[in-house]
């Protein structure tokens, strides 16, 4: 059994965006305020991220994160990976590196953005992280994590597979041969920008529905949201099997 606690839920700006721009859109309903995507799922053996964002430090005090076992990151825009140097608390009172699988992709810009962290020219006491790529299934404690390539824009991001729960941020398009990888999920987490118009390199709610539908997955949980989204109305439109997420929603698979 996992524990699945959505530490943020919104677009790559956040809801709402620095200066307050659009508050008013949002006024009344705490589930509105939207920090960026990531994730914390929790086992009796396991502890895992997915994605560290620029609000990561806050969101790991409100949930009450206290171990980090391994990070998975999807992509490597900086609401994605802003946050990897909060992870230096973690590597002091855990006294060693923490994990972190993406894909070759990723790794390869963050070695560039955060060059201080790695190499002989480390800066001392910087955020140790071990990275690996990962592109094929791969167990990692109680933990079978298959990769999940998929399109956002002109750039590839790679959502993961945790035992039965499927997490894909920032999709436009997904391939026929992932879509086979998510299928038999219990649970889908799944990106959806704004109810319209359409987007370039992110799905809309309602094109995020079809997916859904096409997958049949159980239940769906929606982030990524603007700010024009409005939790409670939003939910009165959608089918009970997919629903918006909201920050600090905690869900079990």
């Given at each position: 059994?996992?524990?699945?606690?959505?530490?943020?839920?919104?677009t790559?700006?956040?809801?709402?965006?620095?200066?307050?721009?659009?508050?008013d859109?949002?006024?009344?309903?705490?589930?509105?305020e939207?920090?960026?995507?990531?994730?914390?799922?929790?086992?009796?053996?396991?502890?895992?991220?997915?994605?560290?964002?620029p609000?990561?430090?806050?969101?790991?005090?409100?949930?009450?994160?206290?171990?980090?076992?391994?990070?998975?990151?999807?992509?490597?825009?900086?609401?994605h990976?802003?946050?990897?140097d909060?992870?230096?608390?973690?590597?002091?009172?855990?006294?060693?590196?923490?994990?972190?699988?993406?894909s070759?992709?990723?790794?390869?810009?963050?070695?560039?953005?955060?060059?201080?962290m790695f190499?002989?020219?480390r800066?001392?006491?910087?955020?140790?992280?071990?990275?690996?790529?990962?592109?094929?299934r791969?167990?990692?404690r109680?933990?079978?994590?298959?990769?999940?390539?998929?399109?956002?824009?002109?750039?590839?991001?790679q959502?993961?597979?945790?035992?039965?729960?499927?997490?894909?941020?920032?999709?436009?398009?997904?391939p026929?041969?992932?879509?086979?990888?998510?299928?038999?999920s219990?649970?889908?987490?799944?990106?959806?920008?704004?109810?319209?118009?359409?987007?370039p390199?992110?799905?809309?709610?309602?094109?995020?529905?079809?997916?859904?539908?096409?997958?049949?997955?159980?239940?769906?949980?929606?982030?990524?949201?603007?700010?024009?989204?409005?939790?409670?109305?939003?939910?009165?439109?959608?089918?009970?099997?997919?629903?918006?997420?909201?920050?600090?929603m905690?869900?079990?698979?």
């Amino acid at each position: 059994m996992m524990k699945c606690t959505f530490l943020g839920t919104g677009t790559s700006m956040g809801v709402p965006v620095a200066g307050g721009f659009g508050s008013d859109h949002i006024k009344g309903d705490p589930r509105n305020e939207r920090t960026r995507c990531s994730m914390w799922i929790k086992t009796d053996k396991s502890s895992v991220i997915i994605d560290t964002g620029p609000e990561f430090r806050i969101q790991t005090i409100r949930s009450g994160v206290k171990q980090i076992d391994l990070v998975l990151i999807t992509h490597e825009h900086m609401d994605h990976i802003a946050g990897l140097d909060d992870l230096r608390a973690f590597n002091y009172t855990q006294k060693g590196a923490i994990p972190l699988f993406t894909s070759e992709q990723t790794k390869n810009s963050i070695l560039t953005r955060f060059n201080y962290m790695f190499g002989e020219n480390r800066y001392p006491g910087s955020t140790s992280v071990d990275i690996s790529v990962i592109d094929s299934r791969t167990t990692f404690r109680d933990l079978t994590i298959t990769p999940l390539p998929y399109n956002h824009g002109r750039i590839q991001v790679q959502g993961y597979r945790i035992n039965e729960i499927s997490y894909l941020t920032d999709v436009k398009s997904i391939p026929e041969s992932t879509k086979e990888l998510v299928k038999g999920s219990r649970v889908m987490v799944l990106s959806g920008l704004r109810w319209q118009p359409e987007h370039p390199t992110h799905l809309t709610i309602p094109e995020a529905v079809q997916i859904a539908d096409e997958l049949e997955i159980p239940q769906t949980y929606l982030i990524h949201m603007n700010g024009f989204v409005d939790h409670e109305e939003s939910n009165k439109q959608l089918p009970d099997h997919v629903q918006l997420a909201y920050d600090q929603m905690e869900i079990t698979v």
